[in-house]
């Protein structure tokens, strides 16, 4: 039932986007745990519980906040040249991990993310230094998304 319940949640929140499939899937689990309830349980009190622990799941699950754990590679927003020798170092490691993995007219860097929020980094090849903004967040589909704007 817990697992019926976190599909639930996870439903609700993409409800409005996919508008009637979602909204059939949601009230197809909570009929589902209501049936379940119905059907296995005796007492008054197991239905009582029955229903506690999922909308119990489903509160904590709210509560807690959304984890971002994922590696992506992307273009820097400005297209500078760098060298071999380009190294990049992220003002909080705490949300991000940044390193520069290619180089020439198509400069990326390997982005490992942490958490969503915002910090900056910065790329030194020799003596030219490049600061950027990188923003993690979570898009209204629930897609981990990257921005890279320059500073």
Same mark, same amino acid.
């Given at each position: 039932?817990?697992?019926?319940?976190?599909?639930?949640?996870?439903?609700?929140?993409?409800?409005?986007?996919?508008?009637?499939?979602?909204?059939?899937?949601?009230?197809?689990?909570?009929?589902?745990?209501?049936?379940?309830?119905?059907?296995?349980?005796?007492?008054?009190?197991?239905?009582?519980?029955?229903?506690?622990?999922?909308?119990?799941?489903?509160?904590?699950?709210?509560?807690?906040?959304?984890?971002? #754990?994922?590696?992506?590679?992307?273009?820097?927003? #400005?297209?500078?040249?760098?060298? *071999?020798?380009?190294?990049?170092?992220?003002?909080?490691?705490?949300?991000?991990?940044?390193?520069?993995?290619?180089?020439?007219?198509?400069?990326?860097?390997?982005?490992?993310?942490?958490?969503?929020?915002?910090?900056?980094?910065?790329?030194? #090849?020799? $003596?030219?230094?490049?600061?950027?903004?990188?923003?993690?967040? $979570? #898009? *209204?589909?629930?897609?981990?998304?990257?921005?890279?704007?320059?500073?």
């Amino acid at each position: 039932m817990c697992l019926l319940a976190y599909m639930c949640k996870d439903g609700m929140k993409h409800v409005i986007y996919s508008f009637p499939n979602m909204l059939i899937m949601v009230l197809f689990c909570v009929l589902q745990v209501l049936l379940y309830l119905y059907v296995f349980t005796e007492k008054i009190s197991q239905k009582l519980i029955g229903l506690a622990v999922p909308a119990a799941f489903v509160a904590v699950m709210l509560l807690m906040p959304p984890n971002a #754990d994922f590696s992506t590679s992307q273009f820097l927003p #400005d297209s500078p040249a760098l060298t *071999e020798n380009a190294v990049a170092a992220s003002d909080d490691t705490g949300i991000a991990e940044i390193a520069v993995t290619g180089n020439g007219a198509d400069s990326t860097v390997r982005i490992r993310a942490h958490a969503y929020g915002a910090t900056t980094f910065t790329v030194k #090849d020799g $003596e030219k230094e490049y600061r950027y903004r990188i923003r993690i967040y $979570e #898009d *209204e589909l629930g897609t981990s998304r990257v921005e890279i704007t320059p500073e």
